[in-house]
């Protein structure tokens, strides 16, 4: 073998190794790439996934914003409602307390009404001895009917007639009036104690209205307003 077919074999040597290796570098940087590409679209669906996870986070927040701000709206609501009913169920009854007042002007009608409620408050004490207490401007009509009073519930209870003392020194507050406007006051009737004080029986107009009020509010509530739903 001559020098040219060394050089020859020399030559076709190097461009198969320089074809080899061109070959294997474009084998590496295509899968340098193909992994580039991997990573950078996983780095991307990570990315994805925080940005929609925060959303949905947001987004609850919202939402739980909402109902609390509905809730709080609804409640304040509800509050004015029901203290506008409020209102109104205490004007009927300023309006009845009022209307209490006129009781005690036909002093007929009124004396009569004293008895009873003597009477009543008798039977409820059932005590040999009582004091009662009257309004001051009462007092002359509560002397009149107390012997009858007595004797009814003699009758009634079948037991002799009480002792019922009328308290002099300390009466019932007043009607109102312009010199009284905003003090106490009491719209009529009579309060009754046993002489040891333990056992008190309050059968006063404002007493028996506040009683029957009471006891009668859920049917004017629905009478006003309707049946609530709970």
């Keep these: 073998m001559n020098n040219a077919d060394v050089s020859k074999q020399i030559q076709q040597m190097v461009r198969f190794i320089r074809q080899e290796a061109e070959e294997k570098a474009n084998e590496i940087s295509v899968s340098a790439e193909e992994e580039f590409n991997i990573e950078k679209l996983q780095l991307v669906e990570a990315e994805k996934k925080k940005i929609r996870q925060e959303y949905e986070r947001k987004e609850k927040q919202v939402e739980v914003r909402k109902k609390i701000e509905y809730s709080m709206q609804l409640n304040a609501s509800r509050i004015k409602v029901l203290q506008a009913q409020d209102d109104v169920v205490n004007s009927m009854k300023e309006a009845a307390?009022?209307?209490?007042?006129?009781?005690?002007?036909?002093?007929?009608?009124?004396?009569?009404?004293?008895?009873?409620?003597?009477?009543?408050?008798?039977?409820?004490?059932?005590?040999?001895?009582?004091?009662?207490?009257?309004?001051?401007?009462?007092?002359?009509?509560?002397?009149s009917v107390l012997d009858s009073a007595k004797e009814e519930?003699?009758?009634?209870?079948?037991?002799?007639?009480?002792?019922?003392?009328?308290?002099?020194?300390?009466?019932?507050?007043?009607?109102?009036?312009?010199?009284?406007?905003?003090?106490?006051?009491?719209?009529?009737?009579?309060?009754?104690?046993?002489?040891?004080?333990?056992?008190v029986c309050e059968n006063t107009l404002d007493a028996r209205l506040e009683v029957v009020f009471r006891k009668k509010l859920p049917e004017i509530r629905k009478w006003l307003f309707g049946q609530v739903a709970a």
Excluded: M, T, W
Excluded at 112 to 134: A, G, H, N, T, Y
Excluded at 156 to 185: C, E, Q, R, T, W
């Design 97 to 143: 307390a009022k209307d209490l007042l006129n009781v005690s002007r036909d002093h007929r009608v009124y004396k009569k009404l004293l008895k009873d409620l003597i009477v009543q408050s008798l039977l409820r004490l059932k005590e040999p001895s009582v004091l009662l207490r009257c309004r001051k401007d009462d007092a002359h009509l509560v002397e």
């Design 153 to 199: 519930y003699a009758q009634k209870a079948n037991v002799h007639p009480p002792d019922v003392i009328v308290d002099h020194h300390v009466y019932l507050p007043p009607p109102p009036s312009h010199h009284n406007a905003h003090g106490s006051f009491c719209a009529g009737g009579v309060v009754l104690a046993s002489r040891d004080g333990k056992i």
